[in-house]
């Protein structure tokens, strides 16, 4: 390419590049020089080959304020890198006071529109270069007046609100179409109801007018650009404006948030929420004055927009607003170019995404020998275990929640009317059974049992049946302060207490452990407290480390992000490709777990709470992470009942025993058994060792030295004394006997304080720990079912919705290569990140430890293969017996594949993998863990390396965010795309960190099959040091087929929906006999419609005479079983 050669060197303008501190430089050979990263060749060109000859020059030609932003200065630096690529950025003195002829040459132009930008000459320049135009000119005409941009997104199908325009002569305003009254407006004969929205036709002008109704108190507020901390204020002013025209649009009402997408090019897009100017006109900003914004996930139709818009305005750098109401997403603002501030991640997209557009169009007219990356390097595949290379089409984990604190129950009968009105109130008799969780419905409770306390003092004899003593703790915890303090969790205020109520008939069927009281005849409730559980700092770092681990779960990214771990998931889900969806159950530790997970995995920034609210799911329908563990099962209640017979024996147990407790021969309960030898013996050591416990810390309380001591997690000595007196006092009952129900929470507590509170060097913690560990490893397991056949009924019981699901997204995974395959072009374009149809399925199910052995009972006891026949899943079941316990952040996790190089039809197509781990290593038990097989260990990477560059070996290098552990720390992390320059995020992996080395996750193991062992980290601050660190992914199975695990999940589904609706059947009997209203087995359903979207036409990029693109239409809606009572979307 040749420059000007009618100019000397001294004519030619200088031309500037943004540097990092903000100020600029002439541009030098250093920006002309390959600057060695991820975006260049892997070595640089001899010394003597002219680079200059043949670099594409990118001209930025903007405002200054725009050209010299921090966004634009970061990804032109990140641009430079690409080693044929210079940018030049033209002076705005050039821009204003020169001729077009006059500017600066360049083969690609950004240019684009801001106040005070003489656009004409932009068109000029244009016409007289004829550059590469990123975003089109012309177009930006119409950007600038909102009524073109609603004509255009109109003209596209893309949903707006419902508008009207107003037009105004400015000579004679008064001539129009307009008929205000005191509620609405009449707008060319379209009625507007109050609150609605009145904008100026042009899109520079911000001063966006919304008008409330007089019902709400009238006025109206006044939106404008920011200033300051403020971005609206509230004026009485109620009568629109009389001068000027506007668009006149109904108001959407979303949860208080806008939605701000930036797309680069029409397959990528960013998006971010932050709170509605028109909320409060309060602008947010962290403590560096920045406007705070949250992580957003665009759904499929979302994406759709994002692809039409940056079509339709040909802007390929664009942003616009999305308003999520009532179920659908509305575009009311179309910005034209706009980059993401602060977001480290995004200008390395960014810049990748513009860099490989230029070449790709470029370099064949330069003759540049580029190389365009293979777009198979942004599919996810994979070796299988014969060899060939497969797809990665879905994952499925199902995943219990992190480190909590202990959790803390009581049960007491109720018989008082006062509990009876509240349970009435909101709606228990519909089900039977009541959970109240919301501040106002917990103080109700606590205003009833302060009154019957005041009455019990008032008259002693009172007719008042509940115990006082009862009454007395209820009131104490409903009045106690939560030690994280529910503003911890934003709204999610009384997360850490709940109380449920279930109504009994005959009221309680015999005494219970704690109420020794004789029987009374007609209804009760039984009224449960809990409080506790909640997630701890290290159980934040144990969820974050796991998610960050998780991106390794996902080949991909081999190109410009090799040697970085994770990044190919990060590329995969910016790109669209991603298909994500987090869901959670209605606990709270479960519900940050998740939050912190999707934190790590997506390498978000800032708070959980705004994760939680934009990405967590709460999938509290049908059941489908949610059990009532106090409503049990006719077979669980004599599960319980048996193992409660079996534990009082006082005596050593003999074969008889064993063949009742162990009938599936587990090794892990026959070792226990051999442990505990007597079980009233050991339970009485266990009594004994408590009681000297809450002795040893009655005198810590007594010394002065102890007096302000702070244990872990702010839990003081008095709530630790509180928690072990209430296992002593209920442990051992009034008649002598034990209460075994009681061992889980023994256990709970033991591990807590041997954990997080070992500093205080408590006697015999660690012979308390593994007497109760030993009891605690049968009796948990054996709640869920003792046989194989209560195993499966339990287990039914508990996660028949859940299993349904995850049925369904396994098939719709399926449906979606059978849709996609009808695209003609799908063979030739559906090979890359450019093809948004092709995406991989995640879905992840945060839970309890219910519903993770129940799932786990299902594969293992349901049938899926014969230990006989299949030596892979006897070695795997033989792994699973030894398990002793299924800890914090264990995992279930299903991977689907696909073979392309198979029939269709086949039934090799689609490739079933089952993977477990255990979760988070114990205290104590590092030593005697069982070993597993390794991750798909039979699969070519495991040996053909030592270490795979994807392996989450590598992860550990990767900080955990430490604000989630102590007071909040500024992590300076350093991008690992842009090396020797200063980073600031979470968003791209950190460079080597050996201090943190110690909470490494490893899902591929080297070529032996036992994992080394990892040490504990030193660091010193709370939670980090002391969590364990997560037992590696172990293979149960990897070559099952679709078909088999779909017939294997349909016969599950079959057999427990039959069963569970002839419980229901019983239940709904039982009200009705009881004159209360009953339950209407039928409308359990509860279907889930998807709109069917028809795919749209594919369009040709206008920057590009290439082939048309496909496009990432929704899924064909799901059409649940008729046989079945559950039903779900595909989502």
């Not at 030049?88 to 003195?93: A, D, H, L, R, S």
């Not at 390794?552 to 991603?578: E, K, V, W």
């Not at 002793?884 to 993998?913: A, G, W």
């Not at 795919?1095 to 008729?1122: F, H």
């Amino acid at each position: 390419m040749s420059k000007s050669s009618g100019m000397s060197n001294s004519e030619l303008p200088r031309f500037l590049i943004g540097s990092e501190g903000g100020e600029s430089r002439e541009l030098d050979d250093r920006d002309m020089r390959n600057i060695s990263g991820p975006y260049g060749e892997e070595e640089e060109e001899e010394e003597d080959e002219d680079q200059s000859e043949r670099q594409i020059v990118v001209g930025i030609c903007s405002m200054m304020k725009k050209s010299k932003s921090k966004p634009m200065t970061e990804i032109l630096e990140r641009l430079c890198k690409f080693e044929y690529i210079t940018v030049v950025i033209f002076p705005e003195e050039v821009i204003l006071g020169e001729p077009v002829e006059k500017w600066p040459l360049c083969d690609c132009l950004i240019s684009f529109h801001s106040k005070g930008f003489p656009l004409d000459k932009a068109v000029s320049y244009a016409k007289l270069r004829n550059p590469l135009l990123i975003n089109d000119l012309n177009m930006q005409y119409f950007i600038q007046d909102r009524r073109e941009v609603y004509r255009i997104l109109k003209e596209e199908g893309i949903d707006l609100p419902r508008y009207a325009v107003l037009n105004r002569d400015p000579d004679r305003p008064e001539e129009c179409n307009l008929v205000e009254s005191e509620d609405h407006v009449e707008v060319n004969g379209e009625v507007f109801h109050k609150p609605f929205v009145e904008k100026p036709v042009s899109a520079e002008d911000h001063n966006v007018y919304i008008y409330y109704p007089t019902s709400a108190g009238g006025g109206s507020q006044r939106l404008f650009r920011k200033i300051g901390s403020r971005s609206s204020v509230y004026s009485p002013e109620s009568t629109v404006r009389k001068t000027g025209s506007y668009i006149y649009e109904e108001f959407m009402p979303t949860d208080g948030t806008d939605v701000k997408v930036y797309t680069v090019g029409p397959d990528y897009a960013h998006a971010e929420a932050r709170k509605s100017p028109a909320l409060d006109g309060k602008v947010e900003r962290d403590s560096e004055g920045k406007e705070i914004r949250y992580p957003v996930m665009l759904t499929a139709m979302e994406k759709l927009v994002a692809r039409k818009v940056c079509l339709a305005f040909k802007q390929t750098v664009c942003g616009f607003d999305l308003l999520r109401a009532n179920g659908h997403s509305f575009v009311c603002d179309v910005n034209g170019f706009s980059f993401v501030k602060n977001s480290m991640k995004y200008y390395d997209d960014c810049a990748k995404v513009l860099g490989n557009m230029v070449m790709r169009e470029l370099a064949p007219q330069f003759h540049i020998p580029w190389s365009i990356p293979m777009e198979a390097e942004d599919i996810p595949i994979v070796p299988t275990t014969s060899g060939t290379m497969m797809e990665l089409r879905c994952v499925i984990a199902v995943i219990r929640h992190g480190d909590r604190t202990p959790k803390q129950k009581m049960k007491m009968e109720v018989r008082n009317a006062l509990f009876f009105e509240l349970f009435e109130k909101y709606g228990g008799y519909k089900s039977g059974k009541l959970k109240l969780k919301k501040p106002k419905q917990l103080q109700e409770v606590l205003d009833i049992a302060r009154q019957l306390l005041a009455e019990l003092v008032l008259h002693n004899d009172c007719e008042i049946e509940e115990k006082k003593s009862k009454l007395e703790q209820l009131k104490t915890v409903l009045e106690m302060e939560s030690s994280l303090n529910d503003n911890q969790y934003g709204h999610f205020s009384g997360i850490n207490r709940k109380v449920q109520l279930t109504y009994l008939p005959n009221g309680q069927p015999k005494a219970s452990s704690e109420e020794e009281d004789t029987l009374k005849e007609g209804p009760s409730l039984l009224l449960v407290l809990k409080w506790g559980g909640e997630l701890t700092p290290a159980g934040r770092v144990q969820a974050e480390e796991l998610g960050r681990a998780f991106r390794c779960m996902y080949p991909g990214g081999q190109g410009d992000y090799a040697g970085f771990p994770g990044c190919g998931l990060l590329r995969l889900h910016s790109t669209y490709r991603h298909d994500l969806k987090i869901y959670a159950s209605d606990e709270g530790r479960v519900q940050m777990t998740a939050a912190a997970f999707a934190k790590g995995l997506l390498a978000l920034e800032g708070e959980l709470t705004p994760i939680l609210v934009q990405m967590v799911k709460s999938a509290n329908m049908n059941g489908l992470l949610d059990s009532d563990s106090d409503s049990l099962t006719d077979c669980q209640q004599r599960v319980k009942a048996r193992l409660h017979e079996i534990m009082q024996k006082s005596k050593d147990f003999n074969d008889d025993d064993y063949s009742k407790l162990a009938p599936t021969g587990s090794p892990s309960l026959v070792n226990s058994m051999g442990i505990i030898i007597n079980p009233v013996r050991t339970c009485d050591q266990v009594h004994t060792l408590i009681k000297s416990l809450t002795q040893q810390i009655c005198r810590r309380l007594e010394d002065p030295k102890s007096a302000d001591l702070q244990l872990y997690h702010s839990e003081s000595l008095e709530l630790m004394l509180q928690r072990w007196s209430k296992l002593e006092r209920d442990f051992r009952m009034k008649n002598g006997r034990y209460d075994i129900s009681k061992i889980p929470d023994i256990y709970d507590c033991v591990k807590y304080d041997t954990q997080h509170n070992s500093s205080l060097a408590l006697e015999d913690t660690l012979e308390l720990f593994h007497l109760s560990k030993a009891l605690a490893d049968i009796i948990i397991p054996q709640e869920y079912g003792i046989t194989k056949a209560e195993k499966l009924d339990i287990a039914s019981a508990y996660c028949l919705p859940l299993v349904k699901k995850i049925q369904l997204d396994l098939q719709r995974t399926h449906e979606d290569e059978a849709v996609n395959k009808l695209h003609p072009l799908w063979f030739r374009y559906s090979r890359g990140v450019m093809s948004p149809g092709r995406h991989v399925r995640t879905r992840l199910y945060f839970t309890s430890e219910s519903h993770v052995h129940s799932l786990l009972n299902i594969f293992r006891y349901g049938g899926l293969l014969n230990e006989q026949k299949d030596e892979q899943w006897k070695q795997a079941m033989d792994y699973l017996s030894a398990v002793t316990e299924l800890n914090y952040m264990t995992q279930i996790v299903i991977m689907l594949y696909e073979d392309n190089n198979k029939d269709p039809s086949s039934e090799e197509r689609f490739h079933v993998e089952l993977h477990f781990s255990p979760g988070v290593k114990g205290c104590k038990d590092e030593e005697n863990a069982p070993l597993g097989f390794g991750f798909r260990p039979a699969s070519s990477e495991n040996h053909e390396k030592q270490t795979d560059p994807g392996s989450l070996e590598d992860l550990s290098q990767d900080e955990p965010d430490r604000a989630a552990l102590t007071e909040p720390i500024n992590i300076q992390k350093k991008s690992p795309l842009i090396r020797n320059r200063k980073g600031g995020s979470m968003e791209a992996l950190s460079e080597s960190n050996p201090s943190s080395r110690g909470l490494a996750y490893r899902i591929f193991p080297s070529s032996s099959r036992q994992s080394p062992e990892i040490k504990p980290s030193s660091l010193g601050f709370e939670g980090y040091s002391l969590v364990p660190s997560i037992y590696p992914l172990e293979t149960l199975h990897n070559s099952l087929s679709l078909k088999q695990v779909d017939e294997f999940l349909t016969a599950l589904c079959k057999n427990g929906s039959e069963t569970q609706f002839k419980r229901l059947k019983t239940l709904s009997a039982m009200f009705e006999s009881h004159s209360q209203p009953s339950i209407d087995v039928d409308s359990m359903e509860t279907p889930v419609t998807t709109p069917v979207q028809s795919q749209p036409t594919a369009q040709s990029l206008w920057y590009t005479g290439g082939p048309p693109s496909t496009s990432s239409g929704p899924s064909s809606p799901s059409v649940a079983d008729p046989s079945s009572n559950f039903a779900f979307s595909s989502e």
